[in-house]
């Protein structure tokens, strides 16, 4: 590629808009176990849904620089900025170095427990000047509804008061306010040893209006802290790559839902899989497989709550009832179990960079998706196993969803990706209907559970034996994408990770080396080749981070400990200064899709705890 194709490529960084739209990856994230918002390195919150994750969003200028709305808070001087967490802790600092002076910006919202009140949402800035003299300026301004509503404000006594159709907000602060109208501006100067602060609260609907002076700011941070630290504490890992991990288990905490236990696949929408594509989703539900993966996660570290909560959330809030065509279980669900979840475009708002559409909700609820009762499965017998015996109810429940995998596991579907180019035999799918069959036959059997285990054994042993037919291509030498087929495919990478096939099986061994030869480069793992696959929707995508660790994992089951290593230390530095990560890597190293993901932080621990155990 050219230096000018380079150029006119619309994810490169002199691209038209690339200056008002910061790098996904220059995103921090705080959160309350209610909701989330994103921070940049300039220290403007240009992503925050209020009142929970999947809520209409008040700040969305990551989408729409123009129209989504910001919440800009820096210095009002040219100054080098950096930013990093609070030790241990989802509390975000961002730093600005100038000439006269060094100030600090502490973000974060309160939480002292899972327990909180629902309706006391607080978004707290803090700003400190600890060198010197520094001048700030802030803007707050929001767009509700993802900027639909039109709003008021009303400026009295220190406080402003934001007011649309659906929300009212306050903005409390100890530095002056003033208001263009519409938005509220201030801007203020501290020396050494000064700070000030900016608090948002919810504000109508039976919630009094606050104040935040100076000390209940600094006694909400250090509740927060300690919040943090307490529940960072419980981890059992003590591997090598020790700050990565906990960042992992601190963000996957991020991303759960406190009231119901079930938890997001990340906390944005529409953030682009390629810079000026389509391929934008609404990631601000609870999949299956996401979650169930994250329990498996969070419980290898002994987070044994998290696990129980999406018990429970598995308990109360999804039904087992089987509608027929897509089977007893959606794919996904709204964070409070909801099934409605329709998918809506947002045609008002430009997209991140001009990647439009953006879209509320998502259509691939709808889908059939065989492998997600694998992942359910598999992360119950971990449960059950690791933690505590599952429930009566609990086993009746899994025995129903096994009796239908039994019956329905030989149907094509849309698969692990969700391709929308129509139902294929994915040989993923088929994997994971054997794991949902065999883990369930190891908890009967540990357990003494009734179970119509010879007709489980009939079913798991056809599944094994097709897998190995047809999902096998001689000409590739490699297990692939669908049956009959010479596409590749990473998810086949989960074989051994299932205890599928020995991991240092020839025909495995076989497979790894045929996708290292096609899918891999320089540690980083494509999905699969749409241009061999098509999957229904245009234009390319970026190498997907979950792959590249179960590559790291697959490297290391199969004993290759120095192959394995090296691509899991180089998949550390695609992470940003915060060690986040979205969901895929682009060509030149930067972060592409919904931040941060859940699904590469999740593989990102159980990479570690394999490789750290094996290299001993």
């Keep these: 590629m050219t230096a000018a194709e380079f150029a006119d490529r619309p994810d490169a960084p002199d691209a038209p808009d690339a200056g008002r739209y910061p790098p996904i990856a220059d995103h921090g994230l705080i959160g309350d176990l209610r909701t989330a918002a994103l921070v940049d390195t300039r220290g403007t919150i240009d992503w925050y849904c209020f009142p929970r994750f999947d809520a209409p969003s008040v700040f969305a200028a990551i989408l729409d620089a123009d129209r989504g709305g910001a919440f800009e808070l820096t210095a009002d001087v040219p100054a080098r900025t950096r930013q990093f967490y609070f030790p241990d802790t989802n509390v975000l600092i961002t730093r600005f170095m100038a000439p006269d002076g060094v100030g600090e910006i502490h973000d974060f919202m309160p939480v002292t427990g ?150 997001v696949a990340a906390v944005t929408t529409s953030l682009p899989e390629r810079v000026g594509g389509e391929r934008n989703w609404d990631y601000r539900h609870v999949w299956i497989r996401d979650s169930a993966f994250c329990m498996y996660a969070l419980i290898r570290l002994g987070f044994d709550e998290e696990a129980a909560a999406f018990m429970g959330f598995l308990s109360e809030h999804v039904s087992c009832g089987c509608d027929g065509s897509a089977g007893p279980l959606q794919i996904m669900y709204g964070i409070d179990g909801r099934t409605d979840l329709p998918e809506v475009e947002l045609s008002h708002l430009a997209g991140y960079r001009g990647s439009a559409p953006v879209r509320a909700g998502n259509a691939a609820a709808g889908q059939l998706q065989l492998d997600i009762y694998g992942a359910l499965i598999d992360s119950v017998y971990l449960y059950d196993k690791l933690y505590q015996p599952i429930s009566s109810d609990q086993w009746e429940q899994t025995c129903t ?151 790291v994992e697959a490297l290391t089951r199969a004993g290759r400990l120095d192959e394995a290593r090296l691509a899991f230390e180089k998949m550390l530095t695609y992470a940003n200064h915060l060690g986040l990560y979205a969901e895929e890597i682009g060509r030149t190293g930067e972060q592409l899709g919904n931040f941060p993901q859940a699904f590469t932080h999740l593989s990102l621990i159980s990479a570690a705890v394999n490789l750290d155990r094996a290299l001993g």
């Design 401 to 551: 969803l096994v009796d239908w995998v039994c019956a329905n596991w030989d149907q094509p579907d849309e698969g692990v990706w969700e391709t929308r180019g129509g139902r294929r035999d994915f040989v993923y799918s088929r994997l994971m209907c054997w794991v949902a069959i065999e883990r369930a036959m190891r908890m009967a059997r540990r357990r003494g559970l009734p179970a119509d285990t010879q007709r489980w054994q009939r079913s798991r042993d056809e599944i094994y034996r097709q897998v190995m037919r047809r999902g096998w291509s001689d000409r590739l030498g490699a297990f692939v994408q669908h049956f009959d087929g010479d596409v590749l495919d990473a998810a086949v990478l989960m074989m051994p990770l299932t205890k599928f096939i020995a991991p240092t099986d020839p025909k495995f061994l076989s497979t790894l080396d045929a996708l290292r030869r096609t899918l891999v480069a320089d540690s980083l793992v494509y999905r699969y080749d749409p241009g061999e696959s098509p999957d229904g929707l245009s234009g390319e995508e970026g190498t997907f981070s979950i792959c590249s660790f179960w590559y």
């Design 114 to 263: 899972d327990t909180c009140e629902i309706d006391r949402h607080r978004l707290i800035r803090r700003v400190r000047c600890v060198r010197g003299t520094l001048p700030f300026r802030a803007r707050v301004a929001p767009r509700f509804d993802y900027g639909r509503q039109t709003h008021t404000v009303d400026l009295r006594e220190g406080r402003a008061v934001f007011t649309s159709p659906s929300l009212s907000l306050t903005l409390t602060s100890s530095a002056p306010l003033e208001t263009d109208g519409r938005d509220v501006l201030s801007v203020f100067k501290l020396t050494e040893g000064e700070c000030a602060v900016f608090a948002l609260d919810r504000y109508g609907d039976g919630v009094e209006m606050r104040a935040c002076p100076l000390t209940e700011a600094e006694d909400e941070f250090a509740a927060t802290v300690a919040y943090w630290r307490r529940w960072v504490s419980r981890s059992r890992y003590r591997g090598r790559w020790r700050e990565m991990v906990h960042r992992s288990a601190l963000t996957l905490k991020l991303l759960t839902y406190a009231p119901t236990g079930g938890t």
